[in-house]
């Protein structure tokens, strides 16, 4: 039985009510925070319901309604006011990766049938592909269109406003970069996302007084709906963060209650903690406290003391975090369970692109911190095709489920079968009701004897060893056994190497370390599961936008070193 209570919330028929909900409602307070010359300058709900509506006035008559908006660029508040002021009335929002190249931007433009770009001036080069009957509007040239819709709504123009909004029919087009190489235009309706911010609701208390980092890129549903939408519908703020690498800067400035993140940023948080407390030659203090607050009981309590002890930890923070909401990929449940030790609470999510990104998510108050999630409320779970060990395929089915792959129904029909989304991951729910993924469908490692080698249970294994900074577990087939080769490349980190091993034979020192670490694993797991070749890497490897490891490209990129290691 559930131990937890679903968050009452407001029923969100569409994204145009929620906007003027949220304007009515919390009108004066800040809406968005972003840095103009060099210090955080706040937006009001007020102005941004102002500047969607005269944007999207001004646009409309200037023959766009109905057509399909690129929108591409940096986290901003003009990206928001951009993207609101398409899904609010005027046609389809199709949001692009910034960082893709000129002629797949062109791509995108050609095959979503796009009229129209607004964009950040910083990409303009990006877009020198494009064909000439594509128009093109800057962020910075916003404040022009918005003066002249402002002027045509005093004049009585309700055209944007009387544009009625069909919640079934297609709203965003999403272009998935994914770790595959394969890119497929997601079709989402107002009724996927809007579905999608309601019973996120019912898990994940939000408040006005909250105010959330935006660190992921926001063309990405994962951030778009749940680190921007979601708490613009509960009247919190937004900041932008300006980068990966001013996060820890950014966070002292704005000081935020909760943040989107993906499991890479949280790890790498964890690790640069100990390696701190480690500096300090106080890590037999530090388990001693962690050891005794543990014992603390009620669990508020108990943060709240660690809060106290760790307090210098959570000003590196701003001083306010209260929780991390890890997406996109597995987190290891030890960084998940070391981070509550400090007083940093994580929870997960669990989705894809085709369902507005939700399918599962951890209760804030009710969790478990090797699950994706309980099933998001109003939504369905189930699993097929279960092997001996009752694992199988994970399939969803909710009102957040897509339409569809834009002009591919023989895709859509392979994942999305009498309503239920075949997510291609692989997993089992346990007896009270949370989802564990064990792997994904298309990466599992048959081996000779028909049993199944998950590389992300490796994986998890490896990187939580200080001195390794990414590891990707693959099968490569080897002739000779007529079997695959478990093979484990590690790239180490740097930092770590260059403090404990200096520079004179740190290549071999590194060695021996990792081959140490791999014996360790290989010593905990079934003898099918066990590493038999380690490479060791001199670079990172390579990602895609969200900071997520192309595995695709892994084969190619490790093959003559494999080649060479097994000679």
Request: glycine share 8%.
């Amino acid at each position: 039985m559930a131990q937890y209570k679903l968050y009452k919330t407001e029923k969100i028929h569409d994204l145009r009510e929620m906007i003027t909900r949220s304007a009515e409602l919390y009108g004066g307070e800040v809406a968005f925070y972003q840095k103009v010359d060099g210090k955080y300058k706040p937006f009001t709900y007020n102005r941004f319901k102002s500047d969607v509506d005269a944007l999207g006035t001004a646009l409309f008559a200037k023959g766009f309604a109905g057509k399909r908006v690129i929108v591409i660029g940096e986290n901003s508040y003009d990206w928001c006011v951009s993207y609101m002021t398409v899904v609010c009335g005027l046609g389809t929002v199709v949001p692009v990766d910034k960082e893709i190249p000129a002629q797949e931007i062109a791509n995108i433009a050609n095959i979503s049938e796009a009229s129209l770009v607004l964009y950040s001036r910083k990409y303009e080069a990006k877009l020198s592909e494009l064909d000439a009957s594509v128009e093109r509007i800057a962020f910075d040239e916003l404040h022009n269109h918005i003066f002249d819709g402002k002027a045509l709504i005093d004049g009585g123009n309700t055209d944007y406003f009387d544009r009625s909004i069909d919640i079934d029919s297609l709203c965003s087009l999403i272009f998935t970069s994914g770790t595959t190489g394969v890119s497929k235009g997601v079709m989402l309706s107002q009724r996927n996302i809007c579905c999608t911010i309601e019973n996120l609701a019912r898990m994940v208390h939000v408040t006005p007084e909250d105010t959330a980092l935006s660190v992921l890129p926001l063309h990405h549903v994962y951030e778009c709906t749940c680190g921007f939408l979601y708490p613009m519908s509960k009247g919190a703020s937004v900041a932008f963060s300006e980068g990966i690498r001013y996060i820890m800067r950014n966070m002292k400035e704005i000081r935020p209650t909760k943040m989107l993140c993906v499991p890479l940023l949280i790890e790498t948080m964890y690790k640069k903690i100990w390696s701190n407390i480690r500096k300090k030659g106080i890590e037999g203090k530090v388990k001693t406290i962690i050891a005794a607050t543990n014992k603390v009981k009620p669990y508020s309590a108990r943060m709240a003391i660690k809060r106290k002890f760790f307090a210098e930890i959570h000003e590196s923070f701003g001083g306010r975090l209260e929780l991390l909401v890890s997406g996109g990929a597995p987190i290891d449940p030890e960084v998940v369970a070391g981070m509550r030790d400090f007083g940093v609470k994580i929870i997960q999510g669990y989705g894809l692109t085709e369902s507005a990104p939700l399918a599962a998510v951890n209760h804030d108050s009710y969790f478990c911190d090797r699950s994706a999630g309980l099933v998001l409320p109003g939504g369905e779970l189930k699993i097929i095709d279960k092997q001996e060990d009752g694992t199988g395929e994970i399939c969803y089915r909710g009102d957040n489920v897509m339409l569809g792959y834009y002009g591919r129904p023989d895709l859509t029909a392979e994942v999305k079968k009498n309503g239920w989304l075949h997510t291609g991951d692989i997993g089992y729910i346990d007896e009270r009701g949370f989802l564990i993924i064990t792997g994904r469908k298309k990466n599992v490692i048959v081996r000779s004897n028909g049993k199944n080698v998950f590389p992300e249970e490796l994986e998890s294994y490896i990187c939580r060893n200080d001195i390794v900074s990414e590891a990707v577990v693959l099968g490569i087939m080897n002739e000779k056994k007529n079997d695959y080769d478990i093979v484990a490349a590690v790239y180490p980190d740097a930092e770590y190497v260059k403090e404990n091993f200096g520079t004179e034979n740190s290549a071999r020192l590194v060695e021996a370390e990792i081959n140490r670490i791999i014996g360790e694993v290989n010593g905990i797991v079934q003898t099918y599961k066990r590493i038999d070749v380690i490479l060791i890497r001199n670079e990172e490897f390579p990602k895609n936008t969200s900071r997520k490891i192309k595995r695709f490209e892994i084969p190619a990129l490790v093959m003559d070193d494999y080649l060479e290691k097994i000679k």
